[in-house]
């Protein structure tokens, strides 16, 4: 099992890294975010009353919110482009034990995703401070750890949508409304059970993890996290009962 | 070092596409799977493969199913649809990740690569390649891990005279070193050529698993064509043979050949204006097998 894994996982690799999109949705995520942690460096240095001591790294969440789309179309697309192009079929015909191309694909898909948008939130947390020298601190880099536990969860939740829907704009259109849309646009109705239906979605969770808004909606920290957790596991389990269970393509 | 299909049903709402099918390929054999569009071979070979779920019966290879193998490409290499690959890889990148999934070290890549003629558009991206480039890159990795059993689908559509040629030649030598080599096709004359077996499927359904040569004797091929100003007389000379009138001056005669035909009737002097063997009796021996099993007949 052990050697099986490992070369299906060296393939996820090859495979995700020999086409283009995996690339310029990584660079469009760099871009966006490392433009953005510039530009709130620059504005924080020019507060007239600037927040001096306060912690570099309060940036990487505010520079993760928009930029994790692109973070996640990589994981969308690493499952989807393969439906798309029929790719699906030579795929499993090489790893026809459909459990170890799913894991593989998990796991390579969801460390490239999230190890590299930590490490932007991190060298965006340096452009930060580098920008607004000398306001603020490189004290409490722990929110990093937040950023990693959204990402890794939002990963893990478009990894699984993509085996579920088979379909791009599917898949991704799902991780908007589940992450963005519906979260942002369902309290505006007024109605308390539109509300509380948004409580329960994944990307009111990221978003209250991330910023801790919205307050006073009795949100908190460990709720958030096991409902992200619940979102995950639960579009992997379909996404993975898909895979096996149907037909390859 | 086999395939054996037994009893393999596959049902797509109403459609039955696979009926029951049951049959074996043969190492060392090249076998054709013939049938008409629609007869369910695609399914079939894709059900074999472990892609596509069975209603009912199973698909062995080599004794196992192919979805248990670890290293399924060392046991039995298969082209099905050659378009159904990431147009954004290179050819190259695209076997690579073949190679790693089982094991097979990447030198090996670049050799199949050079055996299907494709080492010049190796590293450009499979969007830019022709149907035939296509189906070369799918036969490059189908051979990729030197496998005993092969599956072809179609394998001769978009290739020109000299891929056909090739490609004729690359089933016979990797039969000859003992593979199982199993190649469908809705044309017989596309596998007569090659193929030591033939199972004939219509509807989904088993028509004919037999030798090509059996197939062709069972099924009176064979004519000779021969057209003679004094037909009458060369009909006295064929007594005892099988022979149809087509015309005032033509006959065919069945089960013989031209030689014997030509010498029967220069010993009772009989003048000849033609004397041919008809090639395509066996094309129309196999619509007349599978005619009742068209799916899809043009119409007009
Ligand atoms: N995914 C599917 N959904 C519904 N029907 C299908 C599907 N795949 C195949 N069929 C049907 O099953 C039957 C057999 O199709 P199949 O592709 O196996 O035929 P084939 O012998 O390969 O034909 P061809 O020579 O045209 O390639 C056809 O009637 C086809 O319409
Ligand atoms: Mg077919």
């Known amino acids: ?249 | 070092m086999t395939i054996e299909v037994r009893g393999l049903t596959r049902r797509y709402g109403d459609v039955v596409a696979v009926d029951d099918l049951s049959f074996d390929v043969l190492p060392g054999t090249v076998t054709g799977f013939l049938g008409p569009n629609g007869a369910g071979k695609s399914t079939t070979m894709r059900m074999v493969l472990g892609l596509d779920r069975p209603t009912a019966g199973s698909a062995r290879v080599n004794g196992r199913a192919f979805a248990e193998l670890r290293a399924p490409l060392r046991e039995v290499g298969a082209l099905l649809d050659p378009g159904a690959v990431h147009p954004g890889r290179t050819g190259r990148a695209h076997l690579r990740v073949a190679a790693r999934t089982n094991g097979i070290p990447t030198a090996r890549v670049d050799e199949v690569l050079a055996q299907v003629g494709l080492e010049r558009a190796a590293r450009r991206r499979i969007k830019g390649y022709s149907l035939g480039m296509k189906q070369r890159l799918g036969i490059a990795g189908a051979l990729l891990g030197d496998p005993g059993v092969l599956l072809f689908d179609e394998p001769i559509n978009g290739l020109d005279l000299d891929g056909v040629r090739w490609i004729r030649g690359l089933l016979r030598s990797l039969a000859d070193e003992g593979r199982t080599v199993l190649v469908s096709s809705h044309l017989m004359s596309e596998v007569q050529q090659t193929a030591d077996r033939v199972v004939v499927i219509g509807r989904g359904r088993l028509i004919a698993d037999t030798t090509t040569g059996e197939l062709m004797r069972g099924l009176g091929a064979r004519v000779v064509r021969v057209r003679t100003p004094e037909a009458d007389a060369l009909l006295e000379a064929l007594r005892g043979h099988r022979v149809a009138r087509a015309g005032v001056d033509e006959l065919h005669v069945s089960e013989s050949s031209s030689a014997e035909v030509g010498a029967l009737a220069h010993a009772a002097g009989v003048p000849l204006h033609h004397l041919s063997e008809l090639e395509q009796s066996l094309e129309e021996a196999y619509l007349a097998l599978t005619g009742d099993a068209v799916e899809f007949a043009g119409h007009g």
Request: with cysteine.
């Open chain 1, 1 to 249: 099992m052990g050697e099986l894994f490992a070369r299906t996982c060296a393939a996820e690799w090859t495979r995700l890294w020999s086409v283009r999109s995996t690339w310029w949705f990584l660079a469009a995520a760099w871009a966006m975010m490392h433009g953005i942690a510039l530009m709130a460096g620059v504005s924080t240095a020019g507060q007239p009353d600037p927040p001096v001591g306060d912690p570099a790294w309060g940036i990487a969440p505010i520079v993760v919110l928009p930029a994790q789309f692109a973070l996640l179309a990589v994981a969308v697309t690493a499952v989807t482009a393969e439906y798309a192009t029929g790719g699906i079929v030579p795929t499993l015909q090489w790893t026809p034990r459909r459990s170890v191309l799913f894991w593989a694909r998990v796991v390579v898909t969801t460390a490239v995703a999230t190890v590299l948008g930590v490490a932007f939130a991190f060298t965006c947390g340096l452009v930060g401070w580098v920008a607004a020298r000398p306001i603020l601190d490189l004290e409490g880099a722990g929110v990093l750890g937040t950023v990693a536990f959204v990402l890794l969860a939002g990963t893990l939740l478009s990894v699984g949508l993509g085996f579920l829907l088979r379909s791009t704009a599917g898949g991704l259109v799902g991780v908007f409304l589940l992450l963005l849309v519906l979260p942002a646009l369902l309290p505006q109705f007024g109605y308390e059970w539109l509300t509380e239906i948004a409580d329960v979605l994944p990307g009111t969770s990221a978003i209250f993890l991330l910023t801790e808004e919205p307050s006073g909606r009795g949100l908190t920290e460990r709720g958030s996290v096991v409902l992200m957790l619940v979102w995950a596991v639960g579009a992997l389990a379909g996404g993975w009962a898909r895979l096996v269970r149907d037909d390859a393509g």
